[in-house]
């Protein structure tokens, strides 16, 4: 597959970290990239007008070397969510703001949950150090409990402190990035080929058409060059930095705005560069199709309760991820306390990979799609249009307002007893007293009906001396002296056949049976 093509080690050059800035609202992380972007030493070097197209480039000057950092700059996790949930992954380095004076708040724990399911290292800003009553010693005891161990208490996590209001540290912030971009990740990537890369914003513009923002994240992207991005195509016709001046390339984790395209790709979508125009439209076209069947195979992907112990049986499946959500933080620990102290069985286990106060948002149904997580809501509604999301995306919902009830559907689920139980029902016996070779046919059983009925298409097995000798039979073949009969019951004479199967001898005994729905207890 070419968009798997490997590259030779030799190839590949280092490539700046790309950053996405999270944490709960205002808490300053818009005034953070404001700043972060205000301190790049080489700003106004162009005397470009700085614009929004979804992304930035600054450089740090990191022990005497010059090196760029990429920043997503749209603030919060739900475009980070979004484009993983698309299957794409975007971030290198996850910047989670958090206000010392607030300190963690619940959208805090969800960008760090977020970030940690997408296992992005992350370093934490403690921002508005300036403000009376700002207390970063407890952000980092805060943090510790969800993992999260400062450096300072022999943990890994780099935390700053800084104020974007008064560009305090903010220096320091992008050497901590830098740092930990290094120890934990391989950034580097060829820059010697046809780019491919990812959308990250793209809108309609009445004068030049489709605009779209690319991050290129292999290879060099060139104006002139044919791409495809999501089911949109066309040939490179410019492309802009974010300070609005024109460029002819560029290169791995660099963000530019591309003209040209057919119609709006959307964030999260992949591009790369093909042979000619032809090809791009019908790889485009191709893509159009794949969606919907992708859409399609998403429904029957689904991981709801009931289908958790089936998975589990055919060992697919070990793990039950869960979203919660409740109306007061009260209710939803006390949900996941006892939901934590279910017993559950060998080898499968509870994961709950998110919770949170209010409305089930598109985000949680986001995060569920992408970890096949269940949803259980507490007291809560879906957001408007969360329901339809979660239809759409197969994402099974759960609502409850007492909390024993969740935990005995859970309960059931983990132990395989929410779906129905099926149990096998027995039709009818027939002794055989002939056996008939047909060559049409295979052998047909010369039977007589020994209890109950005798039906056509219905599961059968074969005994032999009170041993069963073949299982998992079909009545395929069931007649009434010659003529083909749908069921024969007691008393009366049939030949059956069992298709491919023809170990038959006089004297054996067939059972016929189906499987019906057990009833609860
Ligand atoms: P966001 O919702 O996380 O994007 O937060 P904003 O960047 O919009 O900031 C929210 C509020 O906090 C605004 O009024 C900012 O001016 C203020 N703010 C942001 N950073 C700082 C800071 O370092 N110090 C102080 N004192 N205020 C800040």
């Known amino acids: 597959d070419a968009e798997l093509e490997a590259e030779g080690d030799e190839e590949l050059e280092a490539r700046p970290p790309v950053v996405t800035v999270m944490g709960h609202v205002d808490h300053g992380k818009t005034r953070l990239l404001d700043a972060i972007r205000k301190s790049d030493v080489m700003a106004g070097e162009h005397g470009g007008i700085t614009q929004h197209i979804g992304a930035y480039q600054v450089t740090h000057n990191h022990e005497g070397d010059d090196r760029k950092i990429t920043f997503i700059d749209t603030p919060g996790h739900e475009a980070f969510t979004a484009m993983r949930a698309r299957g794409a992954k975007v971030t290198d380095i996850a910047i989670l703001v958090v206000a010392a004076d607030d300190g963690v708040m619940p959208q805090t724990v969800e960008a760090l949950n977020h970030a940690q399911a997408a296992n992005v290292p992350i370093v934490v800003a403690v921002n508005k150090i300036d403000k009376e009553g700002a207390n970063p010693e407890k952000v980092r005891g805060q943090l510790t409990e969800y993992g999260l161990v400062p450096e300072e208490y022999g943990g890994d996590t780099m935390f700053v402190e800084v104020s974007a209001r008064q560009n305090l540290n903010i220096d320091e912030l992008l050497e901590a990035v830098l740092l930990t971009a290094d120890a934990a990740l391989d950034m580097r990537a ?4 046809d780019a491919r890369g990812i959308a990250i914003e793209a809108n309609l513009d009445k004068g030049r058409g489709a605009v779209a923002t690319v991050l290129v994240q292999s290879g060099t992207l060139r104006v002139g060059d044919t791409i495809v991005a999501g089911t949109a195509h066309g040939r490179v016709r410019a492309m802009f930095d974010d300070d609005g001046s024109a460029l002819t390339e560029a290169g791995p984790s660099r963000p530019v705005q591309v003209l040209g395209l057919s119609n709006v790709p959307r964030a999260g979508d992949t591009f790369f560069v093909t042979a000619d125009e032809r090809t791009a439209r019908q790889i485009a076209e191709k893509r159009e199709a794949a969606d919907r069947n992708a859409a399609l195979a998403k429904r029957r992907k689904r991981i709801s309760l009931e289908d958790f112990d089936q998975a589990v049986a055919d060992g697919k499946i070990d793990t039950l991820n869960l979203i919660l959500k409740g109306d007061v933080s009260g209710a939803v620990e006390a949900l996941e306390d006892a939901l934590l102290k279910i017993d559950v069985g060998e080898g499968v286990q509870l994961r709950v990979i998110h919770r949170g106060v209010g409305a089930i948002t598109q985000n949680d149904v986001n995060l569920a799609t992408v970890d096949s997580a269940v949803i259980i809501g507490f007291n809560v509604k879906p957001a408007e249009r969360v329901a339809e999301l979660a239809d759409r995306e197969g994402v099974d919902m ?29 039709l009818g016996t027939a002794e055989v007293r002939e056996v008939f070779r ?18 056509r298409n219905t599961k059968a097995r074969i005994s032999r001396d009170g041993k069963i000798i073949g299982d998992n039979l079909t009545v395929e073949t069931l007649k009434r002296f010659k003529d083909d009969a749908t069921e024969v019951r007691t008393d009366f004479e049939c030949g059956i056949g069992l298709g491919s199967y023809n170990d038959i001898n006089e004297g054996d005994i067939i059972e016929t049976f189906e499987m019906r729905e057990k009833p609860r207890v």
Do not use: T
């Not at 060829?190 to 080929?193: D, F, G, R, V």
């Not at 024993?404 to 859970?410: E, F, K, N, R, V």
């Not at 049409?440 to 209890?451: L, Q």
């Open 438 to 455: 047909s060559s049409k046919f295979g052998n047909i059983a010369g039977s007589i009906v020994r209890s109950g009925i005798i039906r």
């Open 398 to 426: 759960r609502f409850y307002s007492v909390i024993y009830s969740a935990i005995d559907d859970i309960e059931m689920a983990l132990k395989g007893m929410l779906k129905p139980e099926y149990e096998e029902f027995q």
């Open 190 to 193: 060829n820059p010697n080929k």
